[in-house]
C-alpha cells in the first residue's frame, strides 16, 4: 500500500484499484492519471511524464472503451500489444495500470450514459454521433474509479478534451483536467495508434495534414483574418491528394466550438479529419486570431 513507485503494478479490480486510491489519498499523496486506449507510442508517453513531474503516484488506465466506437468503426482491428504497453509504461514511472475488462467497466444490466447538449454536436462528432458521451461516460467512470487530482489528455483529440472539461465542470467533478501538447512525427504527422494502419503511399501523403495546418497558421501569422480563406487554403492543400479524402476542414471557437464568425477575433480550433481507405485521421491547430 502507499507509494509504490519503482514498480509498475497492473490492477484489474474496480475495487482493488478504489482502494488504493483512497490510501494514496489517506496518505497525502497526489494522484495523476493518464486514461489510453492502449498501442503506446510517443504521445502517449508525453502525458505520462507530464504526470509523473507533478504526481506522486501516476495511474495509466488501459481500456479499448467499446461505448466510443461506432457499430462500423475499428474496435474489433484496434491495435493491442499488452506486452509492449507494460514494458513501454515501466520505463516512464509509471506506478499502476488500471487494465479492466470490459465486463468489469459494463457489467450486465449497465444503464447509465453522460450526454452533453452542444460540444459533441460538430466535428467528429457529425461521423460519430455516439463517441462523445461513450468517452465522458468512460472519463466519469474511471475518474471514480482512480481518484485523481489531475488526468491529463491530448490536445491532438482537442474537442475530446474540451468535452471532459466540460463534463467534469458541469457534474463538479474533484480535479484538473490537464493538457498536453500535441506530440508529432519528425515530419510533423500527430502521432496515433491509427497511423499504423496507413499504406506507405498513404503514410507519405498523410504528412499534408500537419502541413496544410501549419500553412493556415503561417497565414493568419502574416494577417489573414477572412475565415473562408483559411479553410480554403487547408482544404485545398489536401484535396490535392490522390488517396486523401476529407472528412471536414471547419475552424470554431474555443471552447464552445461555435462556428468562427467570418473575420474571427480570438482563440479558434482549425480541426480536421481525413480518410485514407477506411483510416480516418485527424489534426488541429489553435489559433490566435487579433481580438
Ligand atoms: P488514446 O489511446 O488514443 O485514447 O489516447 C490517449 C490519450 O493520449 C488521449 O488524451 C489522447 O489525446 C492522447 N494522445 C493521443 N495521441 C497523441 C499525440 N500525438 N500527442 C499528444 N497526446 C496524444
Known amino acids: 500500500m502507499g507509494d509504490a513507485r519503482g514498480q509498475l503494478r497492473i490492477i484489474a ?35 505520462m511524464r507530464q504526470a509523473r513531474e507533478r504526481a506522486d503516484v501516476v495511474v495509466v488506465s488501459l481500456f479499448v472503451n467499446p461505448t466510443q466506437f461506432g457499430a462500423n468503426e475499428d474496435l474489433s482491428h484496434y491495435p493491442r500489444d499488452f506486452e509492449r504497453d ?75 478534451l474540451l468535452v471532459v472539461k466540460q463534463m467534469a465542470a458541469d457534474l463538479n ?57 483559411v479553410i480554403a487554403t487547408v482544404w485545398e492543400t489536401i484535396r490535392v491528394q490522390p488517396l486523401a479524402n476529407i472528412d471536414y476542414v471547419e475552424l470554431r471557437r474555443v471552447p464552445d466550438l461555435v462556428p468562427a464568425e467570418e473575420e474571427p477575433r480570438g482563440k479558434h480550433l482549425l480541426a480536421l479529419a481525413v480518410y485514407f481507405g477506411k483510416t480516418r485521421l485527424i489534426d488541429n491547430r489553435v489559433i490566435h486570431f487579433p481580438e
Open 13 to 47: 479490480s474496480v475495487s482493488q484499484m478504489q482502494a488504493e486510491a483512497e490510501a494514496w489519498r489517506r496518505a497525502g499523496k497526489i494522484i495523476g492519471f493518464v486514461p489510453t486506449m492502449g498501442y503506446f507510442h510517443e504521445g502517449h508517453l508525453a502525458l
Open 86 to 160: 507494460r514494458a513501454i509504461t515501466e520505463s516512464v514511472g509509471v506506478d499502476v495500470i488500471f487494465f479492466p475488462e470490459a465486463t468489469t467497466i459494463y457489467p450486465p444490466g449497465y444503464q447509465t450514459t453522460i450526454n452533453l447538449a452542444e460540444l459533441p454536436k460538430p466535428l467528429c462528432g457529425v461521423a460519430r454521433p455516439t463517441h462523445f458521451a461513450g468517452v465522458a461516460t468512460v472519463c466519469c467512470k474511471l475518474f471514480n474509479i482512480v481518484k485523481p487530482h489531475f488526468a491529463v489528455f491530448g490536445e491532438k483529440d482537442y474537442q475530446q
Open 173 to 229: 467533478l474533484d480535479l484538473e483536467i490537464a493538457p498536453g501538447p500535441t506530440v508529432r512525427e519528425p515530419d510533423g504527422l500527430a502521432m496515433s495508434s491509427r497511423n499504423v494502419y496507413l499504406s506507405p503511399q498513404e503514410r507519405a501523403q498523410a504528412v499534408w495534414l500537419s502541413r496544410s495546418l501549419a500553412i493556415a497558421a503561417d497565414l493568419v501569422a502574416e494577417g489573414e483574418t477572412c475565415r473562408d480563406r
